[in-house]
């Protein structure tokens, strides 16, 4: 099925650091949303974007919808080492699919160094 | 429990063998999906089920592949003929109503390897 394109595919960096991973399609999409996955666990919601040029903020993370609608990127400032784990983007609702279906990109490693 | 529930946690089968994953979603949770994630991929759409609707097929993979959902609260997905192509993690995920991705809670999965 389709996918979203994410990247970087892996990061290692120092705690303290910030970080940035962006997600783009060839479609577009009504919402994006990005998701954090732990070890052996299922994904949670970190931030949901609902109208293009938006931009959002949960705590030290910030998001943005692309104003095409066909990107978005993640930032997360002042790592610390509970940030690591793999982080995807998800859209939903584009012209050529189903508004209950997520499409999501193939997710970010992130890895802390303390 | 208060999230959605996966069983096995863990499923390791032989080559051939059935196996049968399963779902418990949380508790008035009408939408109910069911993706796979293979290592190093997205997490790719199976089948969606809602409420009494017929349920989205379209992303099973192939016949072998099947889900039901009985009463509206668990489901069961079920690999017949397992080959190893579909060592992967499977994951329920449940939402309260329509178009309510953005709310989606999902399981912790059940990790299936095939010898």
């Known amino acids: 099925g389709q996918q979203l394109n994410q990247s970087p595919q892996s990061m290692f960096i120092q705690e303290g650091e910030d970080v940035s991973m962006n997600c783009t399609s060839s479609?577009?999409?009504?919402?994006w949303l990005w998701y954090k996955q732990d070890p052996g666990e299922g994904p949670v919601l970190l931030i949901a974007?609902?109208?293009?040029?938006e931009l959002t903020s949960n705590g030290r993370l910030t998001a943005q919808f692309g104003i095409t609608r066909k990107d978005s990127f993640l930032n997360i400032s002042a790592s610390i080492p509970s940030d690591v784990g793999i982080y995807f983007c998800?859209?939903?609702?584009?012209?050529?699919?189903?508004?209950?279906?997520?499409?999501f990109g193939k997710g970010t490693l992130l890895t802390v160094n303390p | 429990g208060a999230g959605v529930s996966q069983s096995p946690s863990n499923k390791v089968t032989e080559k051939g063998k059935d196996v049968e994953l399963r779902c418990d979603p949380i508790?008035?949770?009408?939408?109910l999906y069911w993706y796979r994630q293979s290592l190093g991929q997205g997490l790719e759409f199976l089948i969606y089920?809602?409420?009494?609707?017929?349920?989205?097929k379209s992303g099973l993979p192939s016949d072998r592949f099947s889900a039901e959902r009985t009463g509206g609260s668990v489901s069961t997905l079920t690999i017949q003929r397992t080959q190893q192509e579909d060592s992967a993690v499977y994951l329920c995920?449940?939402?309260?109503?329509?178009?309510?991705?953005?709310?989606?809670?999902f399981g912790s999965g059940t990790q299936l390897s095939v010898l």
């Open positions: 479609s577009i999409f009504n919402t």
């Open positions: 998800a859209g939903q609702g584009n012209s050529g699919g189903s508004n209950y279906k997520l499409t």
């Open positions: 995920a449940t939402a309260t109503g329509y178009l309510t991705n953005e709310k989606l809670f």
């Open positions: 089920f809602q409420g009494n609707s017929a349920p989205d």
């Open positions: 974007l609902y109208k293009a040029g």
């Open positions: 508790s008035g949770h009408t939408a």
